[in-house]
């Protein structure tokens, strides 16, 4: 019989919890992480070569172990720490990551015509950690009791939409369509989760039409910002390319799908990754895996990622309180969105958006907060009755 959850505004200081996590949701990330990071070598081998006249084919792979197992300390950190302690820096997390956020424009640096990253110290995107930090911010206004009852109506929404909206506002401004579109997701399932009346959703709409509205009447007027590109994109998916070049990644990408076959050309012998495919270990590594390894390593993967979300969710429907139950459902959601988008946009379903694929795709920023994540997911399930087997 599942543990009685505890009164929705109890967050309180407990000690470090050694109790069991959920066994599937820890084998897959490790399987995916395990998977992915191969898939970084092979993928990322032609261009390690082009990057200076003194690279190896191995330059890229040990960044990306480094940010491993970094990530990897990380999980185990967040999942021995208990949740709730978190709960307690929601505000604070949101608030300087708002900051960072406003920070870009100002003296972000600028990559591939896009400013969306932040030098101080360390190169990091801050974008990455707004994810997290919308999660956090979302679950605890929708858990504390005294907040919520005015969260879930009509007026109570300007609590949310608000402070969400100058973040979205501010990824316009890098341009990160991309992560707009996730943000608003995890925004718009973490209001039904957490039970907000369904006139609340329609104003919701209409704020985010509006929203979109002045969006494009703000960038229609500033000659130095323009968001023609997605334009381009959405044509060019429609069959309406101006140019060879709109539709490229996207042809390419389908080449190195359906030359894989049912078994694949075998690991390390993907033809697309010799600078036919851009950046193949970013966001179209997924093109490479079926490439390489097929049907077969298709399937496994996607397996993977459903069995990571399934049971994630199963950690949230099974927690014991409000928090840590909408907790789990965000960090899950930006999961299952990310992957929905990604391989939408590699089978060419959808316009090329720039999303990169959870655990596969190379990056610092993304894969240590990933992980972060899922030792939080690990937490909540240590404290949670149900079978982890």
Known sequence: MARKRRADNDI??????FSQVDFWLLLSVILL????????????????YTKSSTSTAYDVLKTQIIYTAIGIGVLILTSMIDYKLFARFSILL??????????????????????????????FQPSEILKLAVVFFLAYLLSQKNIREKAVKLWGILFYIIPVGINIALLVLQPHISCVVIIL??????MFAGKVKWYTFVVAILLAAAAVAAVLLFVKSNEGLSLNYILNRISAHGGEA???????????SLYAIGSGGLFGRGFGKSVQKYLYLPEPYNDFIFSILAEELGLVGVILVISLFLILILRGYKVSANAPDMFGALLSFGIITNVAVQVVLNLAVVSKLMPVTGISLPFFSYGGTSLIIMMASMGMVLNVSKQSRYSKF
């Open 12 to 17: 309180v200081h407990t000690n470090i919890s």
């Open 33 to 48: 992480v395990g998977i992915g990071t191969m898939m970084i070598f092979s993928a990322s081998t032609p261009s390690s």
């Open 94 to 123: 949101f608030v300087l990551s708002t900051l960072m956020m406003a920070l870009v424009p100002v003296i972000g640096t600028t990559r591939n015509n896009a400013k969306r990253w932040l030098k101080i110290g360390i190169l």
């Open 185 to 190: 997701a995890i925004l718009g399932m973490m």
């Open 242 to 252: 101006e140019n060879e070049a709109d539709t490229y990644q996207a042809t390419q």
